[in-house]
């Protein structure tokens, strides 16, 4: 048995895991670095939204009705 695990070779499975891991770890890294302090004012705030205000969506400069259908709730 020894010999049989000792000729795969399974050093690929922790590279390609490293690989991956490595390539998303960047990727979150550059989109939190290109997000815009629009686009973080506007995501702290959906959680204080109960369908029912009229909000200015700084990100594009309007203005949107949230309504319950967007925010997933049923109607």
Not at 22 to 47: L, M, Q, W
């Amino acid at each position: 048995m020894s010999s049989i695990m000792s000729s795969m070779e399974l050093w690929v499975w922790p590279s390609i895991a490293m690989v991956l891991f490595v390539g998303v770890f960047v990727g979150v890294g550059i989109r939190v670095i290109c997000v815009t302090k629009g686009e973080c004012d506007h995501n702290a705030s959906i959680p204080l939204f109960d369908g029912t205000e009229q909000t200015v969506d700084r990100v594009r400069g309007t203005e949107a009705t949230v309504t319950p259908s967007e925010k997933g709730d049923p109607r």
